[in-house]
């Protein structure tokens, strides 16, 4: 039988209803009959499903990703995905809005290797200016799942994101940041006491950078 050819778009409550038969078989490792739901669907790489032209990967990307089990099923069917079928982990819809920025809205910091270890980069930026270590950031200077929180600032942080990157005059990204702070290190050194937090896992996370750039350094530095 010749598979059918994806849509380029679908409604979102059929994005939804695919979404709701797919995840039972990912998490009993079915992915065979998983990608046989897409392809009835008429669902692939470059279908979207609303306004802002999300792709069908999106839905992988905001799952936070508690159960130990469950997460590898889910990574392990994302891989299949984007390394298997083609899927594109680069992607941005039209607010701007990469993997990176959803899985950090979501606090899965799985999510966010899966994406940075296929070339997704650590500061990209939507539409607003705003990278996916302002809104890891943003979660953790409000207290949301601080250890979670925690997890993604320093896997951004580690991965290149940088600290010091001044915010643009439109971000909107917690308040007119551009019009307050300069770079999301002064946003929590200015305010790192009430979030206390937020400073401890930015402040952790480029002291552990650092740490290891050194230690790269050394070990490449042969001896006098």
């Given amino acids: 039988m010749k598979p059918l050819k994806p849509l380029s778009k679908v409604t979102l409550k059929a994005a939804n209803a695919a979404f709701r038969e797919i995840m039972p078989l990912v998490y009993a ?10 392809r009835e669907n008429r669902i692939g790489p470059t279908t979207t499903y609303d306004g802002a032209k999300r792709r069908f990967l999106a839905y992988f990307a905001q799952i936070s990703l508690v159960f130990c089990r469950q997460k590898e099923d889910v990574l392990d069917f994302m891989k299949l995905l984007v390394d ?9 819809d039209l607010e701007g809005m990469s993997y990176l920025h959803l899985a950090a809205a979501n ?8 994406f940075l270890e296929r070339g997704v980069e650590p500061d990209v930026l939507n539409l607003n200016d705003g990278s996916p270590l302002d809104i890891a950031i943003s979660y953790t200077y409000h207290g949301f799942t601080v250890e979670d929180a925690s997890a993604c600032v320093e896997t951004l942080i580690l991965a290149g994101a940088d600290p010091y990157r001044a915010y643009s005059p439109k971000s909107r990204h917690i ?7 300069n770079s999301p290190l002064e946003r ?7 979030y ?29």
């Fill in 29 to 38: 490792r079915r992915f065979d009959e998983a990608l046989d739901v897409l």
């Fill in 84 to 92: 298997e079928e083609g899927w594109d982990p680069r992607y941005q």
């Fill in 107 to 114: 606090l899965s910091p799985d999510t966010l290797r899966f």
């Fill in 175 to 181: 308040g007119l940041l551009g019009k307050i702070y």
């Fill in 188 to 194: 929590v050194q200015q305010d790192g006491e009430k």
């Fill in 196 to 224: 206390p937090s937020c400073a401890e896992a930015l402040f952790n996370a480029i002291a552990k950078r650092d740490a290891l750039r050194q230690a790269a350094q050394e070990s490449e530095t042969p001896n006098a």
